[in-house]
C-alpha cells in the first residue's frame, strides 16, 4: 500500500468519525447533537456565565409548558425552534433532553408540542407577560 493510500484512508475515517449526524443519524441523540450542543455541549452541561446546564436543571425536568415556549419561541441569547424541528422532532428531542445525564423528567409528546404551537399561536400576548 503507498502513503497516499493510506493518508486518503485515514481522511476518510477522520470525516466519518467527526460527523456526528453520520454516526447517531436519526436518533434523538443526533437531534440534540445538530440543534443543540453547540451551545448547552454535548455533555449537556453548558457553558457557565453563557449557556445554562440541561444536565441537572430543575427547569429542564419541571413543568413542560415553560420549556415548550422556551424553546419553540426561544428566549434571550436562545433561538426559536418552532420553525426548524417538526412535533415529533421536538418531542424526540425533549424527551432526550428531560431524561438524559441523570435527568428524571417526565416525556414530552407529539400532541403536548402541537398544543404548545397552538397556545403560542393564539397568546402571543399572554405568553410573553408570563415570561417577566
Ligand atoms: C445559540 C445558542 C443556543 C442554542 C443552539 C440552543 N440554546 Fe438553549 N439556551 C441558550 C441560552 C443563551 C439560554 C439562556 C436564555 C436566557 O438567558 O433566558 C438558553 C436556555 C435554554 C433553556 C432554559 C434553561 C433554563 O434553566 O432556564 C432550555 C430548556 C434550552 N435552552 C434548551 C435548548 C434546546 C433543547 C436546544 C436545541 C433545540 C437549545 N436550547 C439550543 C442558547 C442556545
Redesign the pocket.
Known amino acids: 500500500m503507498s502513503r497516499s493510500t493510506v493518508w486518503v484512508r485515514g481522511a476518510l475515517v477522520a470525516a466519518l468519525l467527526s460527523a456526528p449526524s453520520a454516526v447517531f443519524a436519526g436518533s434523538p441523540q443526533s437531534l440534540?447533537m445538530d440543534?443543540?450542543s453547540?451551545?448547552?455541549q454535548s455533555t449537556g452541561k453548558g457553558v457557565k456565565g453563557?449557556?445554562?446546564a440541561?444536565a441537572g436543571?430543575p427547569?429542564?425536568q419541571g413543568d413542560a409548558t415553560p420549556?415548550l415556549a422556551?424553546?419553540l419561541a426561544g428566549?434571550?441569547?436562545?433561538?426559536a425552534?418552532k420553525d426548524d424541528?417538526n412535533d415529533a422532532d421536538l418531542s424526540a428531542?425533549?424527551t432526550y433532553?428531560r431524561t438524559s445525564w441523570g435527568n428524571k423528567g417526565k416525556p414530552i409528546s407529539a400532541a403536548d408540542v402541537a398544543a404548545a404551537r397552538a397556545k403560542l399561536k393564539t397568546g402571543k400576548k399572554a405568553a410573553s407577560l408570563q415570561a417577566h
Open positions: 440534540f440543534n443543540c453547540a451551545c448547552h453563557a449557556f445554562p440541561l436543571s427547569f429542564v420549556v422556551t424553546v428566549r434571550a441569547g436562545m433561538p425552534f424541528l428531542l425533549l433532553v
